[in-house]
């Protein structure tokens, strides 16, 4: 199936939105990061306005776009009214911290908002992963698919909230509430630095396994039988051996999916133990983003559909 950029960019920068936003709500719980709370609100929200000016350009009349919400069970329909709940999520984050902010204290967001925060992060990427579920493009109909995008979400969500509480972090650690004047390669961010490691772990783990079912999925196509033309009697209707993320023309991208994917966990480890989350924590988020997009060019790659079969 052909590249689709438009929607690659945007299932991409909606689950990095959504996951750092999430990092934000459980930095909060754990009382870390105040002063990366706002500069990575703003970076969350930008991420998500990329998002969705990226989706306008996969259709071709994107004045209809409206048309589609009319269906309550479309895909488009549940993306945007989790769109629009993450949004007013930000705004109400936004409101909080600028009331809070001028104190000596850096703003705090409440412990109700964090939670919701996480859970509408959560949910978002899992709606626009399942949007892409369908029976008839074998590849594309298993749950690791939205589990995939919620995986990169948990690893360059919280590596990039560690590289912008560095930056921002001044005297409370690079990442967490430290102590003042407490050496910022240990004094924080145990709880972001923790999250950092375990998604960036799981995120590994889900794209070889995504990777993995997308190279089976190719026995569906064999098992529909073949297209009998009379000219060419023994010619199969799909090569099935050019479906596979692993066939030659798709292997390099496999490959960096799976590289991508591993080096957030080696960067994880590094920022945790050395505390240079602005050098580790970007390269890490970095890393997972181009693993999200070598992912998402397989998905595509393998994508073919069997509706024409029956």
Not at 9 to 19: I, K, N
Not at 120 to 136: F, I, P
Request: proline share 5%; glycine share 12%; hydrophobic share 60%.
């Amino acid at each position: 199936m052909e590249l689709q950029w438009p929607l690659i960019l945007f299932t991409t920068f909606v689950a990095w939105s959504a996951g750092l936003f999430g990092a934000q709500g459980a930095a909060a719980l754990a009382g870390e990061g105040r002063r990366a709370q706002m500069p990575a609100l703003i970076g969350s929200a930008a991420l998500l306005a990329v998002g969705g000016v990226a989706v306008f350009f996969h259709l071709e009349h994107f004045e209809r776009i409206f048309n589609g919400f009319g269906n309550p069970t479309s895909g488009i329909t549940q993306e945007l009214v989790c769109v629009v709940v993450v949004g007013a999520l930000m705004v109400v984050a936004f409101v909080v911290l600028r009331r809070a902010a001028g104190g000596d204290e850096a703003p705090a967001l409440p412990k109700w908002l964090a939670a919701l925060m996480i859970a509408a992060a959560a949910l978002l990427v899992l709606v626009t992963g399942h949007s892409y579920m369908m029976a008839a493009r074998p590849a594309w109909d298993s749950l690791l698919g939205p589990l995939t995008l919620l995986g990169a979400a948990c690893a360059a969500g919280p590596l990039t909230f560690a590289a912008i509480g560095a930056i921002a972090g001044g005297a409370d650690g690079a990442v967490a509430g430290g102590a003042p004047g407490a050496a910022p390669a240990r004094a924080a961010g145990r709880a972001v630095g923790i999250a950092a490691i375990v998604g960036s772990a799981a995120n590994a783990a889900l794209s070889v396994a995504y990777l993995a079912f997308m190279a089976a999925s190719t026995a569906s196509h064999t098992a529909v039988g073949y297209y009998f033309d009379p000219t060419h009697p023994t010619a199969g209707m799909v090569d099935v051996s050019a479906l596979s993320p692993f066939a030659a023309g798709s292997l390099p991208v496999a490959v960096v999916a799976v590289v991508a994917a591993l080096a957030p966990v080696a960067c994880a480890i590094a920022g945790r133990k050395t505390g240079n989350w602005k050098v580790w924590g970007a390269a890490g988020a970095l890393c997972a983003v181009a693993g999200a997009v070598a992912l998402r060019m397989a998905f595509y790659s393998a994508g073919a559909s069997v509706y024409l079969f029956y």
